[in-house]
Protein backbone atom coordinates (compact mmCIF):
# COMPACT_ATOMS: atom_id res chain seq x y z
CA UNK A 1 0.00 0.00 0.00
CA UNK A 2 2.89 2.66 0.64
CA UNK A 3 4.53 2.06 -2.23
CA UNK A 4 1.14 2.52 -4.21
CA UNK A 5 0.53 5.77 -2.65
CA UNK A 6 4.24 6.68 -3.45
CA UNK A 7 3.61 5.61 -7.11
CA UNK A 8 0.07 7.63 -7.48
CA UNK A 9 2.32 10.85 -5.93
CA UNK A 10 4.67 10.95 -8.56
CA UNK A 11 2.93 9.28 -11.67
CA UNK A 12 2.19 12.11 -13.96
CA UNK A 13 5.66 14.00 -13.08
CA UNK A 14 7.31 10.84 -14.07
CA UNK A 15 5.12 10.44 -16.95
CA UNK A 16 5.70 13.67 -18.43
CA UNK A 17 9.40 14.13 -17.25
CA UNK A 18 11.24 13.85 -20.35
CA UNK A 19 13.71 16.52 -19.73
CA UNK A 20 14.77 15.11 -16.81
CA UNK A 21 16.93 11.85 -17.43
CA UNK A 22 16.70 8.69 -15.50
CA UNK A 23 19.46 8.51 -13.75
CA UNK A 24 20.72 6.91 -11.08
CA UNK A 25 19.76 7.66 -7.39
CA UNK A 26 23.10 7.77 -5.44
CA UNK A 27 24.53 10.02 -8.10
CA UNK A 28 21.64 12.14 -7.80
CA UNK A 29 20.95 11.61 -4.20
CA UNK A 30 17.64 11.35 -4.80
CA UNK A 31 17.05 7.91 -3.36
CA UNK A 32 14.43 6.29 -1.74
CA UNK A 33 15.95 4.27 1.43
CA UNK A 34 16.10 0.28 0.01
CA UNK A 35 13.86 -0.87 3.17
CA UNK A 36 10.92 0.83 1.20
CA UNK A 37 11.25 -0.30 -2.21
CA UNK A 38 13.02 -3.82 -1.61
CA UNK A 39 9.49 -5.66 -2.02
CA UNK A 40 9.82 -4.58 -5.38
CA UNK A 41 13.46 -3.85 -6.16
CA UNK A 42 13.06 -1.34 -8.17
CA UNK A 43 14.49 2.42 -8.45
CA UNK A 44 11.91 5.48 -8.40
CA UNK A 45 13.50 8.61 -9.65
CA UNK A 46 12.03 12.21 -8.18
CA UNK A 47 11.92 14.36 -11.11
CA UNK A 48 13.14 18.17 -10.67
CA UNK A 49 10.12 20.77 -9.56
CA UNK A 50 9.00 22.50 -12.50
CA UNK A 51 5.39 24.97 -14.23
CA UNK A 52 2.92 22.93 -12.93
CA UNK A 53 4.60 20.56 -10.13
CA UNK A 54 5.65 21.51 -6.63
CA UNK A 55 6.19 18.72 -4.01
CA UNK A 56 4.99 21.08 -1.19
CA UNK A 57 2.18 22.23 -2.89
CA UNK A 58 1.15 18.66 -4.12
CA UNK A 59 1.79 17.07 -0.22
CA UNK A 60 -0.50 20.45 0.45
CA UNK A 61 -3.39 19.49 -1.46
CA UNK A 62 -3.41 16.09 -0.47
CA UNK A 63 -4.14 17.80 2.72
CA UNK A 64 -7.07 18.91 1.17
CA UNK A 65 -8.36 15.36 0.06
CA UNK A 66 -7.20 16.66 -3.70
CA UNK A 67 -4.35 14.19 -4.81
CA UNK A 68 -2.70 15.83 -7.93
CA UNK A 69 -3.11 13.55 -11.18
CA UNK A 70 -0.84 15.23 -13.44
CA UNK A 71 0.30 19.00 -13.13
CA UNK A 72 -1.08 21.69 -10.27
CA UNK A 73 -0.96 25.16 -11.62
CA UNK A 74 -0.33 28.37 -8.67
CA UNK A 75 -1.18 31.49 -9.13
CA UNK A 76 -0.67 31.93 -12.85
CA UNK A 77 -1.18 35.22 -13.97
CA UNK A 78 -3.96 36.25 -16.32
CA UNK A 79 -2.19 36.11 -19.81
CA UNK A 80 -1.02 32.77 -18.80
CA UNK A 81 -4.62 31.64 -17.43
CA UNK A 82 -5.87 32.62 -20.89
CA UNK A 83 -3.01 30.72 -22.72
CA UNK A 84 -5.02 27.95 -20.70
CA UNK A 85 -8.28 28.69 -22.14
CA UNK A 86 -9.54 31.18 -19.46
CA UNK A 87 -12.44 33.17 -20.47
CA UNK A 88 -14.39 35.66 -19.10
CA UNK A 89 -17.72 33.83 -18.59
CA UNK A 90 -21.02 35.66 -18.26
CA UNK A 91 -21.81 36.85 -14.56
CA UNK A 92 -24.80 34.83 -12.77
CA UNK A 93 -26.38 35.97 -9.91
CA UNK A 94 -29.17 34.76 -7.28
CA UNK A 95 -27.62 31.31 -7.38
CA UNK A 96 -28.70 28.98 -4.24
CA UNK A 97 -26.29 29.34 -1.41
CA UNK A 98 -26.53 26.71 1.05
CA UNK A 99 -24.57 27.20 4.46
CA UNK A 100 -23.66 24.33 7.50
CA UNK A 101 -22.82 26.97 10.65
CA UNK A 102 -24.82 29.41 12.65
CA UNK A 103 -25.79 31.66 10.63
CA UNK A 104 -28.25 34.76 10.22
CA UNK A 105 -30.53 35.15 7.44
CA UNK A 106 -30.09 34.81 4.09
CA UNK A 107 -28.92 31.07 3.26
CA UNK A 108 -29.98 27.40 2.84
CA UNK A 109 -29.21 24.83 4.91
CA UNK A 110 -26.94 22.19 4.78
CA UNK A 111 -26.27 19.29 6.85
CA UNK A 112 -23.04 17.67 8.33
CA UNK A 113 -23.72 14.25 6.38
CA UNK A 114 -24.80 16.10 3.09
CA UNK A 115 -21.32 18.04 3.11
CA UNK A 116 -19.44 15.67 3.47
CA UNK A 117 -20.53 13.74 0.83
CA UNK A 118 -20.72 16.93 -1.31
CA UNK A 119 -16.79 17.20 -1.00
CA UNK A 120 -15.71 13.89 -1.52
CA UNK A 121 -17.80 14.22 -4.87
CA UNK A 122 -15.70 17.28 -5.51
CA UNK A 123 -12.32 16.30 -4.03
CA UNK A 124 -12.50 12.91 -6.18
CA UNK A 125 -13.31 14.86 -8.98
CA UNK A 126 -10.56 16.87 -9.01
CA UNK A 127 -8.50 14.40 -8.02
CA UNK A 128 -9.40 12.56 -11.51
CA UNK A 129 -8.75 15.52 -14.19
CA UNK A 130 -5.76 16.28 -15.48
CA UNK A 131 -4.49 19.77 -15.11
CA UNK A 132 -6.07 21.84 -11.67
CA UNK A 133 -5.50 25.44 -10.67
CA UNK A 134 -4.86 26.98 -7.76
CA UNK A 135 -4.79 30.22 -6.57
CA UNK A 136 -3.92 32.12 -3.04
CA UNK A 137 -5.60 35.20 -1.72
CA UNK A 138 -7.20 37.02 1.38
CA UNK A 139 -9.94 38.64 2.59
CA UNK A 140 -8.93 41.82 3.49
CA UNK A 141 -5.50 43.65 2.84
CA UNK A 142 -4.73 43.74 6.52
CA UNK A 143 -2.08 41.14 7.63
CA UNK A 144 -2.86 40.57 10.80
CA UNK A 145 -6.91 40.71 10.57
CA UNK A 146 -7.41 38.95 6.98
CA UNK A 147 -8.49 35.96 6.22
CA UNK A 148 -6.22 33.90 3.80
CA UNK A 149 -8.04 31.78 1.19
CA UNK A 150 -6.58 28.87 -1.26
CA UNK A 151 -8.45 28.38 -4.69
CA UNK A 152 -8.22 24.51 -6.40
CA UNK A 153 -10.57 24.54 -9.14
CA UNK A 154 -10.77 22.81 -12.41
CA UNK A 155 -11.19 25.35 -14.55
CA UNK A 156 -8.66 28.42 -15.20
CA UNK A 157 -11.76 30.67 -16.08
CA UNK A 158 -12.40 30.27 -12.67
CA UNK A 159 -9.14 31.36 -11.36
CA UNK A 160 -9.24 34.23 -13.71
CA UNK A 161 -12.18 35.20 -11.55
CA UNK A 162 -11.62 35.00 -8.35
CA UNK A 163 -8.25 36.72 -8.62
CA UNK A 164 -10.03 39.32 -9.73
CA UNK A 165 -12.23 39.16 -5.99
CA UNK A 166 -9.62 38.22 -3.59
CA UNK A 167 -6.49 40.43 -2.71
CA UNK A 168 -2.96 39.77 -3.45
CA UNK A 169 -1.10 38.01 -0.77
CA UNK A 170 2.59 36.84 -0.01
CA UNK A 171 3.80 33.85 -2.12
CA UNK A 172 3.62 30.75 0.38
CA UNK A 173 1.17 32.86 3.36
CA UNK A 174 -1.50 30.46 2.80
CA UNK A 175 1.13 27.73 3.34
CA UNK A 176 2.01 29.35 6.53
CA UNK A 177 -1.44 30.41 7.91
CA UNK A 178 -3.26 28.48 10.73
CA UNK A 179 -6.59 28.37 9.81
CA UNK A 180 -7.27 29.37 5.66
CA UNK A 181 -10.25 29.40 4.05
CA UNK A 182 -10.51 26.79 1.21
CA UNK A 183 -12.66 27.20 -1.88
CA UNK A 184 -13.19 24.09 -4.41
CA UNK A 185 -13.94 24.69 -7.61
CA UNK A 186 -16.16 22.01 -9.44
CA UNK A 187 -17.03 23.20 -12.96
CA UNK A 188 -17.56 20.06 -15.00
CA UNK A 189 -18.77 17.92 -12.12
CA UNK A 190 -21.96 16.30 -13.46
CA UNK A 191 -25.45 17.17 -12.39
CA UNK A 192 -26.21 13.65 -11.46
CA UNK A 193 -23.25 13.81 -8.46
CA UNK A 194 -24.92 17.32 -7.15
CA UNK A 195 -28.14 15.75 -7.21
CA UNK A 196 -26.50 12.55 -5.42
CA UNK A 197 -25.96 14.65 -2.24
CA UNK A 198 -29.23 15.54 -1.27
CA UNK A 199 -29.88 18.99 -1.41
CA UNK A 200 -32.54 19.28 -4.57
CA UNK A 201 -31.59 20.21 -8.09
CA UNK A 202 -28.78 21.97 -8.93
CA UNK A 203 -30.43 23.34 -11.75
CA UNK A 204 -28.83 24.19 -15.06
CA UNK A 205 -25.75 26.87 -13.23
CA UNK A 206 -25.07 25.20 -10.20
CA UNK A 207 -25.24 26.36 -6.62
CA UNK A 208 -23.10 27.53 -3.39
CA UNK A 209 -22.34 25.40 -0.68
CA UNK A 210 -19.94 26.66 2.73
CA UNK A 211 -19.65 24.77 5.73
CA UNK A 212 -18.02 27.18 8.68
CA UNK A 213 -16.49 24.71 10.68
CA UNK A 214 -14.48 23.13 7.94
CA UNK A 215 -13.82 26.72 6.71
CA UNK A 216 -14.56 25.05 3.39
CA UNK A 217 -16.63 26.65 0.02
CA UNK A 218 -17.70 24.63 -2.67
CA UNK A 219 -18.73 25.94 -6.25
CA UNK A 220 -20.45 23.46 -8.33
CA UNK A 221 -21.38 24.20 -11.97
CA UNK A 222 -21.20 27.67 -13.27
CA UNK A 223 -21.11 28.70 -9.53
CA UNK A 224 -17.56 31.23 -10.00
CA UNK A 225 -19.55 33.06 -12.00
CA UNK A 226 -21.66 34.39 -9.47
CA UNK A 227 -19.72 36.71 -7.83
CA UNK A 228 -22.08 38.40 -5.35
CA UNK A 229 -22.85 35.22 -3.72
CA UNK A 230 -19.17 34.31 -3.68
CA UNK A 231 -18.90 37.14 -1.80
CA UNK A 232 -22.01 36.79 0.64
CA UNK A 233 -20.34 33.10 1.23
CA UNK A 234 -16.72 34.65 1.71
CA UNK A 235 -17.83 37.17 4.04
CA UNK A 236 -19.78 34.65 6.08
CA UNK A 237 -16.76 32.04 6.40
CA UNK A 238 -14.31 34.86 7.10
CA UNK A 239 -16.19 36.58 10.11
CA UNK A 240 -15.02 33.82 12.81
CA UNK A 241 -11.15 33.90 11.59
CA UNK A 242 -11.30 37.79 11.15
CA UNK A 243 -13.01 38.21 15.06
CA UNK A 244 -10.41 35.57 15.82
CA UNK A 245 -7.22 38.22 14.53
CA UNK A 246 -8.68 41.35 16.64
CA UNK A 247 -10.31 42.24 13.20
CA UNK A 248 -13.96 43.42 13.26
CA UNK A 249 -16.21 42.59 10.26
CA UNK A 250 -18.43 44.91 9.11
CA UNK A 251 -21.49 45.23 6.57
CA UNK A 252 -20.23 48.46 5.75
CA UNK A 253 -19.21 50.60 2.85
CA UNK A 254 -16.26 53.80 2.79
CA UNK A 255 -16.83 57.35 1.72
CA UNK A 256 -13.49 59.10 1.61
CA UNK A 257 -14.21 62.77 1.82
CA UNK A 258 -10.84 64.83 1.66
CA UNK A 259 -8.32 63.56 4.47
CA UNK A 260 -11.81 61.93 5.99
CA UNK A 261 -12.51 58.72 5.61
CA UNK A 262 -16.14 58.06 6.54
CA UNK A 263 -17.59 54.27 7.90
CA UNK A 264 -21.06 54.35 5.88
CA UNK A 265 -23.98 52.01 6.95
CA UNK A 266 -26.82 52.34 4.56
CA UNK A 267 -29.64 50.88 2.88
CA UNK A 268 -29.13 49.54 -0.65
CA UNK A 269 -31.06 52.35 -2.27
CA UNK A 270 -29.04 55.14 -1.15
CA UNK A 271 -25.44 52.54 -1.89
CA UNK A 272 -26.67 52.04 -5.32
CA UNK A 273 -27.43 56.28 -5.80
CA UNK A 274 -23.78 57.10 -4.87
CA UNK A 275 -21.81 54.49 -5.75
CA UNK A 276 -19.36 56.41 -8.00
CA UNK A 277 -18.53 58.26 -4.80
CA UNK A 278 -17.85 54.86 -2.27
CA UNK A 279 -14.39 53.24 -2.62
CA UNK A 280 -16.70 50.36 -3.40
CA UNK A 281 -20.02 48.93 -3.62
CA UNK A 282 -19.59 45.94 -1.75
CA UNK A 283 -21.06 45.55 1.50
CA UNK A 284 -17.68 44.66 3.55
CA UNK A 285 -15.08 45.91 5.51
CA UNK A 286 -12.61 44.75 8.51
CA UNK A 287 -11.79 47.36 11.32
CA UNK A 288 -8.71 47.04 13.53
CA UNK A 289 -6.44 48.68 15.02
CA UNK A 290 -4.55 48.93 12.18
CA UNK A 291 -7.08 50.95 10.08
CA UNK A 292 -10.02 49.57 7.84
CA UNK A 293 -9.99 48.17 4.70
CA UNK A 294 -12.59 46.05 2.45
CA UNK A 295 -13.18 42.59 2.13
CA UNK A 296 -12.59 42.35 -1.14
CA UNK A 297 -10.49 44.22 -4.08
CA UNK A 298 -12.35 47.39 -5.35
CA UNK A 299 -11.11 47.07 -8.92
CA UNK A 300 -8.94 50.81 -8.65
CA UNK A 301 -5.10 50.20 -7.97
CA UNK A 302 -4.92 53.34 -7.33
CA UNK A 303 -6.54 53.72 -4.00
CA UNK A 304 -5.00 52.31 -1.01
CA UNK A 305 -5.17 48.35 0.41
CA UNK A 306 -5.37 50.26 3.33
CA UNK A 307 -7.64 53.53 5.15
CA UNK A 308 -6.64 55.20 8.22
CA UNK A 309 -9.22 54.40 11.48
CA UNK A 310 -12.80 56.09 10.36
CA UNK A 311 -13.02 60.04 10.98
CA UNK A 312 -16.94 58.89 11.85
CA UNK A 313 -19.58 56.58 11.65
CA UNK A 314 -22.62 57.12 9.89
CA UNK A 315 -25.44 55.43 10.39
CA UNK A 316 -28.34 55.69 7.83
CA UNK A 317 -31.79 55.23 8.41
CA UNK A 318 -34.89 55.72 6.39
CA UNK A 319 -38.18 57.30 8.87
CA UNK A 320 -41.10 59.08 7.00
CA UNK A 321 -42.87 59.27 10.64
CA UNK A 322 -41.30 62.76 11.69
CA UNK A 323 -39.38 60.35 14.67
CA UNK A 324 -36.16 60.33 14.14
CA UNK A 325 -34.43 63.67 12.86
CA UNK A 326 -32.74 64.82 10.02
CA UNK A 327 -29.38 64.96 11.74
CA UNK A 328 -28.02 63.98 14.76
CA UNK A 329 -25.12 62.86 16.84
CA UNK A 330 -25.06 59.89 18.97
CA UNK A 331 -23.72 58.35 21.93
CA UNK A 332 -21.62 55.41 21.79
CA UNK A 333 -24.40 53.67 23.52
CA UNK A 334 -26.73 55.39 20.80
CA UNK A 335 -25.42 54.60 17.66
CA UNK A 336 -25.09 51.16 18.79
CA UNK A 337 -28.79 50.63 19.76
CA UNK A 338 -29.07 52.00 16.00
CA UNK A 339 -26.29 49.67 14.19
CA UNK A 340 -28.35 46.67 16.00
CA UNK A 341 -31.39 48.07 14.67
CA UNK A 342 -30.98 49.15 11.26
CA UNK A 343 -34.28 50.65 11.03
CA UNK A 344 -35.68 51.34 7.67
CA UNK A 345 -39.52 52.59 7.42
CA UNK A 346 -41.21 50.03 9.80
CA UNK A 347 -38.46 47.18 8.60
CA UNK A 348 -35.30 46.18 10.38
CA UNK A 349 -32.26 44.89 9.07
CA UNK A 350 -29.83 44.08 12.49
CA UNK A 351 -25.95 45.24 11.47
CA UNK A 352 -27.46 46.73 8.30
CA UNK A 353 -26.59 43.51 7.14
CA UNK A 354 -28.56 41.49 3.83
CA UNK A 355 -26.23 38.84 3.14
CA UNK A 356 -25.32 35.59 5.40
CA UNK A 357 -23.59 36.34 8.96
CA UNK A 358 -21.52 33.93 10.64
CA UNK A 359 -21.53 36.37 14.20
CA UNK A 360 -24.44 37.15 16.50
CA UNK A 361 -25.54 40.31 16.02
CA UNK A 362 -26.32 41.41 19.32
CA UNK A 363 -22.29 39.99 19.84
CA UNK A 364 -21.12 42.56 16.98
CA UNK A 365 -23.02 45.25 18.13
CA UNK A 366 -20.96 45.37 21.74
CA UNK A 367 -18.04 45.03 19.53
CA UNK A 368 -18.96 48.02 17.73
CA UNK A 369 -19.55 50.08 20.96
CA UNK A 370 -16.24 49.01 22.26
CA UNK A 371 -14.34 50.21 19.09
CA UNK A 372 -16.45 53.86 19.48
CA UNK A 373 -15.40 54.22 23.15
CA UNK A 374 -11.67 53.00 22.75
CA UNK A 375 -10.70 54.39 19.62
CA UNK A 376 -13.21 57.68 20.40
CA UNK A 377 -15.03 58.02 16.75
CA UNK A 378 -18.01 60.30 16.67
CA UNK A 379 -21.02 58.57 15.26
CA UNK A 380 -24.20 60.32 13.37
CA UNK A 381 -28.04 59.34 12.26
CA UNK A 382 -28.84 60.63 8.92
CA UNK A 383 -32.58 60.41 8.20
CA UNK A 384 -32.54 60.10 4.78
CA UNK A 385 -36.28 60.29 4.22
CA UNK A 386 -37.26 62.97 6.24
CA UNK A 387 -39.13 64.84 4.17
CA UNK A 388 -41.44 63.76 0.84
CA UNK A 389 -38.38 62.86 -1.07
CA UNK A 390 -35.40 60.21 -0.25
CA UNK A 391 -32.12 62.33 -0.10
CA UNK A 392 -29.80 59.99 -2.39
CA UNK A 393 -27.20 60.55 -4.22
CA UNK A 394 -24.93 63.49 -4.16
CA UNK A 395 -27.13 65.05 -1.91
CA UNK A 396 -26.42 62.41 0.49
CA UNK A 397 -23.03 62.84 0.20
CA UNK A 398 -23.13 66.47 0.68
CA UNK A 399 -25.33 66.02 3.76
CA UNK A 400 -23.03 63.13 5.06
CA UNK A 401 -19.79 65.91 4.38
CA UNK A 402 -22.09 68.75 6.59
CA UNK A 403 -22.49 66.63 9.37
CA UNK A 404 -18.91 66.27 9.61
CA UNK A 405 -17.79 70.22 9.96
CA UNK A 406 -21.26 71.53 11.65
CA UNK A 407 -22.19 70.89 15.31
CA UNK A 408 -24.41 68.83 14.85
CA UNK A 409 -26.91 68.36 17.53
CA UNK A 410 -27.60 65.29 19.83
CA UNK A 411 -30.07 62.27 18.90
CA UNK A 412 -33.69 63.36 20.23
CA UNK A 413 -36.55 61.63 19.31
CA UNK A 414 -39.40 63.51 17.92
CA UNK A 415 -42.97 62.88 19.16
CA UNK A 416 -45.15 62.58 16.60
CA UNK A 417 -48.66 63.02 17.14
CA UNK A 418 -51.88 60.84 15.82
CA UNK A 419 -54.63 61.90 14.88
Known amino acids: MRNYLLRRFLQAPLSNSRSVPAVSLSARRY ?10 AETVVFPREGPGFSYGLNWALAGKGVIVNDKAFRNLKSPELQQK ?21 GALEISKAQFSKLLKQVTSHLSSISDIYVHDGAIGSSSKCDA ?25 AVSHDSCPLT ?29 IERSSLILCGKAFSDTNGIKAALSALSGPIVSARGGLPLSAR ?3 SGDSVILLFAPEDIVRSCSDLLV ?8 SSQGVAPFFQTGNSSRPNLY ?20 SKLSPGQATFHFLAGYQNGKFTPAYNEIPLSANPLELSKAVLSKLKDDQIPAFLINANE ?18 TKNVPAFKPKVVRRS
Do not use: C
Open 308 to 327: KLPAAVILASSDSSGAIPSV
Open 85 to 105: GATIAESLSGLPIHVRGDVFG
Open 280 to 287: SMDAGVIL
Open 148 to 172: KVRVISDSPSAILSLSNVLWKTPTR
Open 183 to 211: VYVASSLSPGAMEAVGIGSPGKNGFIAAD
Open 254 to 256: LLV
Open 387 to 404: GEKLTTGKDFVKLVQSTL
Open 31 to 40: AVSAPLIEEE
